[in-house]
């Protein structure tokens, strides 16, 4: 498929863990850009509902990001201690910890359902997919774009057929889309800069973007699209956590951390953060202990307990229709240029 035609170069991010919904997705292609569905954390069987609802909405092209997870080693020991250090606030809360083994999110069966679907774009995070993974998805016509936060895991994207890369900078909500989680993170356009001169592929930019003139500055930059998804978390449409949303109007600081998941993503800064700035780095592990202490907080309204995913841009976030986003985005960004 190469990389898809759009009125508008306006991305939505996946969004996993709950401000995904299909509505959010149609939302977006309708008014002339890309709707991404996220797959992480859903059954292959609710993924293939979501693809099937939002075909409901619009007939425009789809996106449907996959987690693409490996095993890798973890240190038992640091997870314990982990688990150790969380238990009191478990039981404040009145849950058990989780099980904190590793799982693929069902990586085999969400392929077959985005084969089946013949899902316009399907992207990757946390690894690179084989090149038989990507030739099978292209051979349904899908366009394959995999997350990179490294010039290294661009070029590796390329030999191994992709048809674009998300570059995602350091200032990017949400967790880092590395293959090894090392930590060595570059600002967006840095990043941008480093990759176009490694790949020959279409680059959609990701991180920190939330209005026209950031969308206008990636595209001068050398990118094709620019993928936002803070800038769409308060949006009517976004499955967005009341408590979530609160936090994200209010303001204040993002930071990276590893507490809620063993993998360092960034988020608004709580007391959750605070508190354990050394959890181990295992993922999907320490997500699976943390998730129910995680639940039972959304549950309460406690934002200070539970993960609030953000971006650097936050405080440029608009309270709109996703639609009206969109329009405006565009606008501005053709402004800019």
């Excluded at 084989?130 to 590796?156: H, M």
């Excluded at 600002?187 to 480093?194: A, G, I, Y």
């Excluded at 009517?236 to 979530?244: L, M, Q, R």
């Excluded at 988020?267 to 999907?284: C, K, L, S, T, W």
């Amino acid at each position: 498929m190469g990389f898809p035609s759009l009125r508008h170069p306006i991305v939505l991010a996946p969004l996993a863990g709950g401000p995904s919904t299909p509505a959010l997705a149609a939302a977006v292609t309708r008014a002339g850009g890309l709707g991404f569905l996220a797959a992480g954390y859903l059954s292959a069987e609710a993924l293939d509902r979501r693809i099937h609802e939002t075909r409901a909405l619009t007939g425009g092209a789809l996106g449907v990001n996959l987690f693409c997870l490996r095993p890798r080693p973890v240190d038992a020991a640091a997870i314990a201690a982990y688990a150790a250090e969380l238990e009191p606030e478990a039981r404040g809360l009145g849950v058990a910890l989780g099980e904190p083994v590793f799982e693929d999110d069902e990586w085999g069966d969400k392929l077959a359902v985005v084969r089946e679907a013949q899902v316009e774009v399907v992207s990757t995070t946390f690894d690179c997919p084989d090149a038989e993974v990507v030739g099978s998805l292209q051979e349904t016509r899908a366009s394959v774009w995999v997350t990179v936060c490294s010039p290294k895991e661009a070029a590796r994207a390329q030999a191994v057929g992709a048809d674009a890369v998300v570059v995602q900078g350091s200032e990017a909500g949400g967790h880092r889309g590395s293959f090894d989680d090392a930590g060595d993170d570059l600002p967006l356009f840095e990043l941008l800069q480093l990759v176009a001169t490694e790949v020959e592929l279409p680059l959609v930019a990701a991180g920190g973007i939330v209005d026209g003139a950031g969308i206008a500055a990636a595209l001068a930059a050398g990118a094709r699209a620019a993928q936002l998804g803070t800038a769409f978390l308060l949006c009517p449409e976004a499955g967005t956590h009341d408590a979530h949303r609160r936090a994200l109007a209010a303001g204040g600081a993002t930071a990276v951390t590893r507490a809620f998941t063993g993998r360092r993503a960034r988020g608004i800064v709580n007391e959750f953060m605070r508190r354990h700035p050394d959890a181990p780095a295992a993922y999907p592990q320490v997500h699976h202990l943390t998730a129910p202490l995680r639940a039972a907080a959304r549950n309460a309204g406690d934002a200070d307990s539970f993960n609030l995913w953000a971006g650097e841009g936050l405080r440029g976030v608009r309270e709109l229709p996703a639609a009206s986003l969109v329009a405006q985005l565009a606008a501005e960004a053709a402004a800019a240029s």
